[in-house]
Every structure is written in C-alpha cells, then in structure tokens.
C-alpha cells in the first residue's frame, strides 16, 4: 500500500464518515429561506434610557 | 574482470592510431575514431570496409565514458549515428554501445534529448516474433505480452547506419538498414529488429534523466535540450491514478447509499395531517417537540382547484415564546394542454425543515395572505389546508455533496490518465480501419 492510496483511503473514510454523522443528525439539510431577522430583541437599556431628560 | 593477458590497446592497421580496446569477448568489430576503418576483431585487425563521409552525431558521451544506469556501472565502447527517412522527413538518434564486464552489453539511446536503455530482450515474448508484413495485414492494433506487461504496436521504423565509431559485437557497414517493429506498452517498450541478418528482441526503459547524465558527468550545459515528450516518458499524472479513480467511484457509491438511506430516515409523527380552519386566518397550531436532534418538518398540503395559487405565510416561535423564524411557501396547482399533450405542475404539497433549539411546545402561526386563479392575485381560492409536523428527520444532502466531489474526483483522474496517454500515443503511425 502506497502512502499516497493510504492517505486517500484515510481521507475519505473520514470525509465520508463526517458527511454520515451530518447526515445522520439533519444538519446541513434545514431549509435555507428561512427568514430569522424577526427573532424578538431586548426593549434596550431601559435604565440608562430614563435617566435620559 | 578483464583478462590480465587481454590486450588492451591496438594501433588502427589503416592509419596507425592507437585505440583502446574496452569491450568484452563477445566484440567482433572495432572501427577506427580517425579513420573510419572497420577492424576485424577475431583476425588480428584486419581492415575489412572503411566508413566514410560520416557525419558525428550531437552527442555530448564519448567512447570510453563511465556511468551507472539501473544501479550497474558502465562504459561506452562504441557509438551508432542512425538516421530514418520517410515522406522527405528525417529522424536521427544516436545508439550508444555500452559493456559491462559483469551485465554484458546494452544501448544507451538520445533520442530527441531522451535517455533511454535498450537490452536484447530474452525472456518469453507472445508472439515469438512480429514482422512490418504481419503488421500491415493487421487489421486491429497488434499487441505482444512479457514479463507481465501488455505491449501495443506503436510503429514500424528503417534505421539507417549513418555513423560507427569504436568496438561493437557484429559488424556494422555504413548505409546498412534495419527495421524495428516497436510496441509501446505502460512502463516499457519492446522491439523486434530485423537487420537482415539476423532478428532480435529488445527491450527498451525510459532512464531518470538527470541522474544519467550525472553518473557520466555531463555538464547541466552540455545536456542536449528536450524536444517534446517520448512516448516511453512516465506520464504527468498521480501515482496510483487507477485506485484513486475506482476507489472515488467506491466512495461515491457509499455516499448515494447514504443519501438513499437518509431520504428514508424521514422521523417520526409528531402532529398528524391537521386541517386548518381557513375562515379563522390568522390562526395558531402547536406542536410538542422532544428531542433537538435531527431535523423538524413542517409540511403543507393544500386543496387547490385548477390554475390557482395560494401563498402561505408561516411563523414559529419556540417553547420560550421565542420568535424561530418565518418562512413562506407557494402552494399552486396547474394543468393543460399543448403541442405535446397534456401536462400538469402540482405544488400542492411543501415542507419547511428547521433544527429544534429546545424541547418543549412549538407554535406555529398560519396566514395565507395572498392566492388567486392563473397569474392574478386577487384572493385565495384554497379549499382546504392541512398541516402536519415530523422530528429527528436525517438529511440527504452532506453525503450527496461528498457524492458529487468523488464523482468530479473519479471523472478528473480518468479524463487526465486519457488525456496524458493520448499523448503517448500521437506519434503511432496507427490507423484503425473505420
């Protein structure tokens, strides 16, 4: 076995054993148009805000 | 070992010049470097022909020059100027005679810049010989085995004596021809060599150039420049290019069942097919998610009559109240009739897929604010809508990414072996019959 075959081998049973873990748990495969600007922020500083005259 | 009782000098029985004598016993012929003159080696140097009008060849070696060539040392005893003309083109290459007192003789050959060693060829060859007749009654591209190598004709050439200087193992004369069968196979070549006395085959390796031209001490200047490629030259591709390439087309195999496999892993009911009420739009449904692994999906199926549409407006918020995302989807269903016949485009049915932050209740919030019949908007015209939610979903996508990088992978390797051996092969005087 020739460093270069061992090196692919490792390479890809790697790659291909990473891609079945991602798989495996869904990540990569969530709808990409999901809009999630509209997550709900914090009302501010709302402390400093009143010393404000 | 030479014979301590071997001579090792003459004097040219033509002009008087003293020559060394360096091959072995099998010499039987040594033409004189001044004069031209073939001596007789088993009668006392007799003057047998004389070359004449010769032309050296460009060549930086000269007799008597030492190297090592496949881990043997070497001399050069004689040197061959050979010329082939064909179609008013000519090619020349010079043949050098190399002696070993313990390897015997071989040819050392710069063709066109290239190193190449030849040695008569002596193990079994399948066929035992093959002649330019045999070749031109041919009608598929003949081929020959040895040695486990397959071999392909490459080409068929007449060889010309146009120069001879020094010792040599039959004898030379000027304007004498041979003709060479070659066959070029994935590491070597092999030759069938007919000079019309006798018949050989031969054996050809493409030499590490450099360390060649080191190991007989040739200037990095002097070395005769490289004109194209040989086609006994080690293609510019990987090493192992045939694993790499099946071993991509494995791989890519694995990942399409992976994919496979995942497309199945499609989760389980959380909330079954629920019809929403579409007088109450805006409305709320809410589902319990128990597990963050794997994918959630929301899936929309939509009653649609013909030629209409219905835009879908989604948000979820998760069991923290906290807002996921929106997302919106077209729903639409589709038909007719053309110059191809009957046709239909239904989107009746759509997905949205997310990852869970938490466990807990999921709420979804439904709208359809817009819809209508063909291309206009002016109002839904959806008679139901149902909604139904799966979690822990695999995904098929990371292995089908992988799929494609092993299939660009196995296709970039093969079309580089084809491309490189496409060159190899363009100077065969090969024509298939069409």
Redesign the interface.
């Known amino acids: 076995m020739t460093p270069i075959r061992i090196v692919f081998l490792v390479a890809a049973l790697g790659a291909t054993a990473g891609v079945g873990y991602l798989g495996f748990m869904g990540i990569g495969g969530a709808s990409a148009d999901l809009d999630r600007s509209i997550r709900v922020g914090s009302a501010g500083n709302a402390l400093a805000s009143s010393k404000v005259k | 070992m030479r014979d301590p009782g071997q001579v090792h000098a003459i004097q040219c029985t033509n002009c008087g010049a003293g020559l060394d004598v360096l091959g072995g016993g099998r010499v039987t012929t040594h033409v004189c470097s001044y004069c031209g003159s073939a001596l007789d080696a088993l009668d006392n140097y007799r003057v047998l022909t004389r070359f004449s009008e010769m032309t050296r060849p460009a060549t930086p070696l000269r007799i008597g020059d030492t190297g090592q060539l496949m881990g043997q040392g070497w001399q050069i005893i004689g040197i061959l100027g050979l010329c082939e003309t064909w179609a008013g083109k000519s090619w020349t290459w010079t043949d050098h005679l190399l002696f070993s007192p313990t390897h015997g003789y071989a040819w050392l050959t710069l063709e066109d810049g290239h190193l190449i060693v030849t040695r008569r060829w002596r193990k079994a060859v399948s066929p035992g010989w093959m002649s330019s007749a045999q070749v031109e009654r041919a009608n598929t591209r003949p081929g020959a085995d040895s040695d486990g190598e397959h071999f392909r004709y490459y080409e068929t050439s007449t060889a010309r004596i146009a120069f001879a200087e020094g010792e040599f193992t039959w004898r030379p004369r000027q304007e004498d021809t041979s003709t060479t069968v070659s066959l070029l196979g994935p590491r070597t070549s092999l030759a069938y060599v007919d000079n019309g006395q006798e018949r050989e085959i031969e054996r050809s390796w493409y030499l590490p150039q450099a360390a060649v031209w080191d190991s007989f001490g040739v200037a990095v200047a002097d070395r005769p420049g490289i004109a194209g490629p040989h086609p006994l030259q080690p293609a510019r591709v990987?090493?192992?290019t045939g694993?790499?390439i099946a071993?991509?087309a494995v791989?890519a195999a694995?990942?399409a069942v992976?994919?496979v496999v995942?497309l199945a892993?499609g989760g389980r009911d959380v909330l079954p097919p629920t019809p929403v009420d579409l007088r109450t739009l805006p409305t709320e449904i809410t589902f319990d998610l128990t597990e963050t692994?794997?994918?959630a999906q929301l899936r929309f199926h939509g009653d649609l009559a013909n030629n209409t549409w219905a835009w879908i407006g989604a948000?979820l918020t998760d069991p923290e109240d906290?807002?996921?995302?929106?997302?919106?989807r077209e729903l639409g269903y589709y038909s007719g009739r053309d110059s191809e016949g009957h046709w239909v485009e239904d989107n009746r049915d759509t997905?949205?897929?997310?990852?869970p932050t938490e466990v807990g209740t999921y709420t979804l919030e439904l709208d359809i604010p817009e819809g209508g019949l063909g291309e206009a908007s002016d109002g839904a015209v959806l008679g139901s809508l149902s909604v139904s939610v799966r979690e822990g979903?695999?995904?098929?996508?990371?292995?089908l990414?992988?799929m494609v990088i092993?299939i660009v992978i196995a296709i970039g390797l093969f079309l580089w072996r084809q491309s490189a051996e496409a060159r190899r092969w363009a100077g065969s005087d090969w024509e298939d019959d069409d």
């Not at chain 2, 997905?351 to 990852?355: D, E, I, K, P, R």
């Open positions: 990987p090493a192992d694993f790499l071993a991509s791989f694995v990942c992976l994919s995942f892993m692994a794997g994918l948000t906290v807002p996921l995302f929106e997302a919106g997905t949205v897929l997310f990852h979903a695999s995904s098929a996508r990371p292995p990414v992988l092993f």
